[in-house]
């Protein structure tokens, strides 16, 4: 009997310990972290600008990757073995390399200042939102981030002994180089690193990084180190540190160079602790020390960890899920915070900036943001944004707008003040017209409208969003004029963008220019060959590009008209006019097989921007909607796991994440500035999202409910508050003013 009670007790404590889980406690930061998912687990709060990553990309036969053997874009890849130190202020699920530099390292024994012979091995690796450890092998050292807005602290855990810490500025992710440094005093270092050239687009946009490192514990002993170039042979004689690392234990002044470093050393007791805390600035080395200061006066370690948890869990509350496996609930809250990272802010404590590509010191009183993955993000994590934080989307969108007043441009894929010009299309038109549509609208549209009319109308050469627009305007097409130009992935996102501003124009009464613009969405229908079925270039003379192979480009081969793809990933990128697009195609059955093709032959791929939305398309089809439930529910268990590559490719800052978790609450929205979500079949039984009451006249949440009848997963019907809906969408107005969604689920008809 005492036995059967105290069993009773006992599972009565774990249900209550598994009821009081956390959104959180759910979050694996190592989904993504291989399988060029190009996350990393570092430490950092939501949008936070500081991010702090272990870095184990170089320096050893071990990695599987190596950032210097090729193109590699992420501080990390979870199969590595060989850590060189935490990166701070890195980039999460991108395709090219940049930032990821002040590299800080704690090693024991004999100083060592060649990374190659640094780095370790290590065991023991955990992190969650906020943290991240591991042991180092090679030193028995436990090493500990955590992070704040604009600072990180690292907490090294030594043995007794010569112990060290490693500050590298010649390394990092950047294409950059060159850096200088100079000791403030005893504990402290301040400098600068130069970055830029994201994806090698735009050269000059480069910019420095400001940083001071404070210790908690005086160094016995200090200096620097720096690689001596090679000379001729004659110089090499007399000069005993060619191409190696020169120390510099008497030198205490500033130093500079492109591969320097600063070497602390101490005296440790067994299991001392040694904290580092690097604080860091877009503007200067004496905002890099305000923000020090302000994010960092007390507390420490400890408390700065439980304060970056506590943010993670506020923000990942705002939705709340009932029902679902563990791992589902794991996949969910980890694409959600994979969406949280970017875009992240710039200004310091000060609310200083650098200003758009003239660099001058603006401030700002709320926040503003930086790095504008736009071609990813219109598509999905903003609108997820305008959902679930409409003051940050709103702070996002004037931040755009007033980009384009420093710059004369809106931002097309921007990062830390400089444009990249990286990818495709005209993206701040769909970002803004959808939040438009929403109901956000406490910015200088007028401001935007302008700068979206200046980037859609003129044809000269300084048109750096709409490089070839002079013949987009002429031609309602932009013809092949290069080999491998883009010009069909250029136009096909015009045509999204064009439509957008049609929108936009007529909300503002502006209504020949919304024909306009309506009329050019239309010049899709250019590209369409029937003898392939597909869209295919146009060339000069307005023929089309013959020979032609519509899977050319599927595995990133150069491929004349198409970007980072084939014709199949673009041939359906038409959400606006889905209608005119299967009149196109010769009619709704036609277009049915042709579509349901590029899942059954294997031609559609989920981790492609531009046919992501292929399974929704089907749900713009009366009588078809079936195939997009069961196309989603099958992808989102292939492609999305718990495990380090359970994301299918680079998650574009969080835009693969919010395919997943948008789907696995049973909304998504197909069409950016048509302010309605295709229903899909939710993976939860009851999914709450938290709303924010000052936009949405004081209503707190919504409850979307799957109502199973039977064990099938397709939608035998939709109602909002008690009354059946028609067809499987809902508007967004409906969605928020809604108490409960209720989507009954069984058997297929």
Known sequence: MFYTRFLLFFLVIVQCAYAQKKPVDYVNPFIGTTNYGTTNPGAQVPQGLMNVSPFNVMGSSLNKSDKDAGWWSTPYEYHNKFFTGFSHVNLSGVGCPDMGSLLLMATTGDLKVDYRDYGSTYTAESASPGYYTNRLEKYGVKTEATATLRTGISRFTFPKGKSHILLNLGEGLTNETGATMRFVNDREIEGSKLLGSFCYVNNQAVYPIYFVLRLSKKPSQRGYWKFQRQGAEWENIWNKDAGKYKLFTAYQHDMSGDDIGAYLSFETTENEQVEVQVAVSFV????????????????????????ASRKWNEDLSKIEVEGGTDDQKTVFYTALYHALIHPNILQDVNGEYPAMESRETHRTDGNRYTVFSLWDTYRNVQPLMSLLFPDRQTQMIRSMIDIYKESGWMPKWELYGRESYTMDGDPAIPVIVDAWMKGLRDYDYEAAYEAFYKSATRTDSENRLRPDNADYVKYGYVPLREPFDNSVSHSIEYYVADWNLSQFAASLGKNSDAAMFAERAKGYKHYYSKEYGTFRPILPDGAFL???????????????GFHEGNAWNYTFAIPHDIPGLIKLMGGKRNFVDK????????????????????????????????????????????????????????????????????????????????????????????VTIHLDTKYHHGKDKIVIRRERKGEGGYIKGITIDGKKSKGFKILHKDLVNSDEIVITTGERN
């Not at 020979?547 to 150069?558: H, R, T």
Request: aromatic share 10%.
């Open 284 to 307: 200067s080395v004496e905002n890099a020390r305000q923000n020090l200061e302000k994010e960092q006066p007390v507390g420490g370690f400890d408390q700065i960890r439980a304060e």
């Open 546 to 560: 013959t020979p032609f192979d519509p899977l050319l480009g599927a595995n990133f081969e150069p491929n004349p």
């Open 595 to 686: 579509l349901q093709a590029t899942f059954d032959k294997g031609y559609f791929d989920v981790t492609n921007e531009p046919d992501m939305l292929y399974p929704h398309i089907f749900s713009e089809i009366a009588g078809e909607e079936w195939r997009t439930q069961k196309l989603v529910t099958e992808i989102l268990e292939k492609h999305f796991k718990n495990t380090p590559g359970g994301i299918p490719g680079n998650d574009d800052t969080g835009t693969m994440s919010t395919w997943a978790s948008m789907n696995m609450m049973g909304i998504y929205p197909l069409c950016p500035g048509r302010p309605e979500y295709t229903v899909v079949t939710p993976v939860f039984d009851k």
